[in-house]
């Protein structure tokens, strides 16, 4: 009995155990100054981003996901930062991120308080690196290095 439902153990684990495909967007306001969310799950500054949903595109999720957790805007998306797949980079789940640097207007505002606690610029010399969440100390160290990441 055991070996009949074998395959269909094979083919769950096939489809499910695979990355989540996330993405972070490294907010640039028009002062230069950058954006970050203090994340309720863990109350680690971190930039905004999410999963991509089923049907989105990165850049749309990218937008999305900026809109719902700072209330801005994005004036236009800028250059690729990296892609991000070491299985360790977030401790809920293995998922790829794709960070995008993007040119934001408006407001910061805290639209989903069940993500977000607080919203601050930083200028980048002010920024809480050494102290953010996942990888993100990572992804803004490779955004002002200048490098495109593969990693």
């Not at 993405?23 to 306001?29: D, L």
């Not at 299985?87 to 910061?108: K, L, M, N, Y």
């Not at 002010?126 to 200048?146: E, T, V």
């Amino acid at each position: 009995m055991a070996s009949m439902f074998r395959p269909l153990r094979v083919l769950l684990g096939l489809i499910l155990r695979r990355p989540i495909l996330s993405a972070s967007v490294i907010p640039v306001m028009p002062d230069g100054t950058i954006v970050l969310i203090r994340r309720k799950d863990n109350s680690q500054w971190g930039l905004p981003g999410g999963i991509v949903d089923w049907g989105e595109d990165i850049s749309t999720a990218a937008c999305r996901e900026l809109l719902e957790e700072t209330g801005l805007s994005q004036v236009r998306l800028g250059r690729l930062v990296g892609i991000y797949s070491a299985p360790e980079r977030d401790p809920r789940f293995h998922s790829i991120c794709v960070a995008i640097e993007a040119r934001v207007q408006g407001t910061p505002s805290i639209i989903d308080p069940h993500e977000v606690l607080e919203i601050q610029s930083f200028s980048p010399a002010n920024l809480p690196l050494g102290q953010l969440a996942h990888d993100h100390d990572r992804q803004l160290k490779d955004y002002f290095s200048g490098s495109t990441v593969l990693s």
